[in-house]
């Protein structure tokens, strides 16, 4: 594999994280027992880190980019192994 395709292969796993990554530890105003500010939705974070939330999301992302480069190395899934409707073989007949 191409180093540019494995970095934009990366640059994925990276955006899918962060929707993995943003629902876990958020703390809302009332939790932490802070008053909202007038107009703030209540379920809206008491205190956004971005630089802490973009460190999650690289460990994250990096963790399932090695994974999925082992698994294009190896092989351990193939296409043959999730297609469960057998189409595979309908073409060759």
């Known amino acids: 594999m ?5 970095l934009a292969i990366y640059v994925l796993f990276w955006a899918f994280s962060v929707f993995l990554v943003l ?8 939790e932490v027992g802070a008053a909202r ?3 703030q939705a209540e379920s809206a974070p008491h205190e956004f880190r971005a630089g ?9 992302a990096t963790i399932l980019f090695v994974l999925f480069q082992l698994n294009y190395r190896y092989g351990w899934i193939t296409p ?3 297609d469960f409707f057998d189409r595979m073989n309908m073409e060759t007949r």
């Open 23 to 30: 629902p876990f530890g958020v703390r809302t105003s009332d």
């Open 37 to 39: 500010v007038p107009g």
């Open 52 to 60: 802490r939330i973009a460190l999650r999301v690289t460990i994250v």
């Open 2 to 6: 191409r180093w540019t395709s494995a």
């Open 80 to 82: 043959g192994d999730v």
